[in-house]
């Protein structure tokens, strides 16, 4: 354990935050609750969570729970936290060629490639500014598209590699307005026929916010919130309930786990025997063989 000076170990500064942050809270969210994803396009499993999340989100809204992604710096967590990145250690690294596999193969159709050099494209500082700066300047939806794009260009072939302010500028402009994972290709034969997500205007205005003082600050702050809520790497979610109870979740396989915090309705993993399938009686809500 890590001491942080007057007797105290990181975990128990970690615990005293998580105390204030929830009281500061507690009155902040109403209904269902809120799913704060903190989160690097540099990260596959934030990628994941991100695809799992979309995918219920209407779900979610009929749990009148929200959603909100927190773009944040991964090196700046991992420094931060003390933490290593698990292809660091031989061991991680190889388990983590399994997890990865199994991960992926929960998104029929998801192709990723894992670009060649990850720690020197990972420097995600130009990225992660314009989405700061799009969170705050456009709607709500052409965030979300854009960092769907950013991540799909990042993790799939032929891997765009984002830390040159030239390619995110690049992407700013390709984008398609309806993008949704699966209408994009690189160069895709037709593409520049449709309608974009930003116009020349917008990319040059959204580029030169990258460099303000405001948009630096903000992912800046964002980055230490997470690491305030005790994030060590991503996603780092952080879920707050209908009674403003919070609590923190890591990675893109904890759904259940962040479901049953809020109360949710939802199916865990059920073993069945030989031969055996879960059915649902009509007129009922509850399985059966």
């Given at each position: 354990?890590?001491?942080?000076?007057?007797?105290?170990?990181?975990e128990?500064?970690?615990?005293e935050?998580w105390l204030?942050?929830?009281?500061?809270?507690?009155t902040?969210t109403m209904?269902?609750?809120?799913?704060?994803?903190?989160m690097?396009?540099?990260?596959?499993?934030s990628?994941?969570?991100?695809?799992?999340?979309q995918?219920?989100g209407?779900?979610?809204?009929?749990?009148?729970?929200?959603v909100?992604f927190?773009?944040?710096?991964?090196?700046?967590?991992?420094?931060?936290?003390g933490?290593?990145p698990?292809?660091?250690?031989?061991?991680?690294a190889v388990?983590f060629?399994?997890?990865?596999?199994?991960?992926i193969a929960?998104f029929?159709?998801l192709?990723i490639?894992?670009p060649?050099?990850?720690?020197?494209?990972?420097?995600s500082?130009?990225?992660?500014r314009a989405l700061?700066?799009?969170?705050s300047?456009?709607s709500?939806?052409t965030?979300l598209t854009?960092?769907?794009?950013?991540m799909?260009?990042?993790?799939?072939?032929?891997?765009?590699?984002?830390t040159l302010p030239?390619?995110?500028?690049?992407a700013?402009?390709?984008?398609?307005?309806?993008?949704?994972?699966?209408?994009a290709?690189?160069?895709?034969?037709?593409?520049?026929k449709?309608?974009?997500l930003?116009t020349?205007e917008q990319?040059?205005?959204?580029?030169?916010?990258?460099?303000?003082p405001q948009?630096?600050?903000?992912?800046?702050?964002?980055t230490q919130?997470?690491l305030?809520?005790g994030?060590?790497?991503?996603?780092?979610?952080?879920?707050?309930?209908?009674?403003?109870?919070q609590?923190?979740?890591f990675?893109s396989?904890?759904?259940?786990?962040?479901?049953?915090?809020?109360g949710l309705?939802y199916?865990?993993v059920?073993?069945l025997?030989?031969g055996g399938r879960?059915?649902l009686?009509?007129g009922?809500?509850t399985?059966?063989?």
């Amino acid at each position: 354990m890590r001491r942080t000076g007057k007797g105290e170990t990181r975990e128990d500064e970690i615990r005293e935050k998580w105390l204030y942050l929830g009281r500061k809270r507690k009155t902040a969210t109403m209904g269902g609750g809120k799913i704060d994803v903190y989160m690097d396009i540099v990260s596959l499993y934030s990628y994941l969570a991100f695809l799992d999340l979309q995918q219920n989100g209407e779900l979610l809204r009929a749990h009148n729970v929200e959603v909100e992604f927190h773009p944040v710096l991964l090196g700046a967590i991992v420094v931060g936290s003390g933490n290593k990145p698990p292809w660091t250690l031989p061991a991680k690294a190889v388990y983590f060629a399994h997890d990865v596999r199994r991960s992926i193969a929960r998104f029929p159709g998801l192709v990723i490639q894992t670009p060649k050099d990850l720690m020197a494209v990972s420097k995600s500082i130009v990225p992660n500014r314009a989405l700061h700066f799009i969170k705050s300047h456009h709607s709500p939806s052409t965030f979300l598209t854009i960092l769907h794009y950013f991540m799909y260009l990042f993790w799939s072939p032929p891997n765009l590699d984002l830390t040159l302010p030239e390619n995110v500028a690049k992407a700013l402009l390709e984008c398609p307005a309806d993008f949704d994972g699966s209408t994009a290709a690189h160069n895709g034969e037709g593409d520049h026929k449709k309608a974009k997500l930003f116009t020349k205007e917008q990319t040059e205005e959204i580029m030169k916010g990258t460099e303000t003082p405001q948009v630096k600050e903000a992912l800046k702050n964002t980055t230490q919130e997470a690491l305030d809520k005790g994030a060590f790497g991503n996603p780092w979610i952080w879920v707050t309930d209908e009674k403003g109870r919070q609590e923190p979740f890591f990675g893109s396989d904890r759904f259940h786990f962040v479901y049953k915090f809020l109360g949710l309705p939802y199916q865990d993993v059920t073993l069945l025997p030989p031969g055996g399938r879960l059915v649902l009686s009509e007129g009922d809500d509850t399985a059966k063989l």
